[in-house]
Structures are given as C-alpha cells and as structure tokens.
C-alpha cells in the first residue's frame, strides 16, 4: 500500500494507524534515505501502540528501548552505522526478538540478512520538500 504525506505531523500520523495493527513480535524495515521521515514514523508507531515516550534516533546507540507497564515494547534500531547483519547480531538482535516486542529499524538496507521475509518492508521517498511517497508491504505471512 502506498501513501502520500505532506508534513512530519502526516508521516506521525499515518505511523500512529500502522502502529495500532501491530503485534508482538512484529518487525519494521524501514528504507530511505536521510531526512524522509523514518523516525517521524517510528514516533507515531510508538503512539499508535499507546506508548506515551519520547521517540528520538538512536543512531548513536543503536538501539532505543520503549517499555510501559501493560504495553507492548518497542525496540528501535538505526542502522546507519553498521557494516552488515553480523553486527546487528552481534548487538543481540536474535535477543531482541524473543522478547516479543515489535522492532523499528531505521536504515535496513545497511543490515539485509537480518531479515526472514515476515518483517514489514517500510520504504520512504522524498517526493518534495515536505512530501513524503511511503509504501508499506509484507508482513507476518506475506513471505
């Protein structure tokens, strides 16, 4: 399915609504380039889960780790800076899904082994200064 936003509040928003569907165990592949609103869509996933955090770019920690009473956890990974899938898993990926929490992770094209077909396949275009082309596929038993 693709949609078009036209600001961050839109992008938040259509990732609140993807956010909801979610179940434990889930995974987001997120793809684009910098700047197209993956962690604007990762802010509106954790609200659509009704997590009340505050969602930032872990790309200096690898991972950001989302956790409330009662809710489902959020996992968010930015992979910018690794070299491959073998550094995800050094970080404890395959730990990371067992917790059944749902997993964000920003800059997936960096880390392609990582996935099993099941994840969802979040690509993000810049189509103008504040347009936004996001087309989600897959996901659990799409593969």
């Known amino acids: 399915m693709t949609y078009i936003t036209h600001s961050e509040s839109e992008t938040e928003a259509l990732g ?8 434990p165990g889930a995974v987001a592949a997120l793809y684009g380039q ?3 609103g993956k962690t ?4 509106g ?15 200096f920690t690898i991972v950001n780790e989302y956790l409330e009473e009662g809710k489902i ?7 910018y800076r690794l070299g491959g ?17 749902v997993c964000a992770v920003e ?19 810049k189509t103008g200064d504040n347009d936004r082309q996001i087309t989600i596929e897959g ?3 799409a593969c």
């Open 45 to 59: 996933m954790a609200r659509g889960m009704g997590l009340r955090c505050l969602v930032n770019s872990p790309t």
């Open 16 to 23: 609140a609504e993807f956010g909801k569907a979610l179940s």
């Open 40 to 43: 604007a869509f990762v802010r």
């Open 85 to 101: 899938a073998d550094e995800l898993y050094d970080i404890g990926w395959e730990d990371y899904l067992a917790r059944g929490g």
């Open 34 to 36: 910098l700047g197209c």
């Open 73 to 79: 956890p959020l996992f968010h990974f930015d992979m």
């Open 139 to 141: 996901g659990p038993g």
């Open 107 to 125: 800059w997936s094209e960096n880390v392609p082994g990582a996935f099993d077909g099941d994840e969802y396949a979040v690509r993000f275009e």
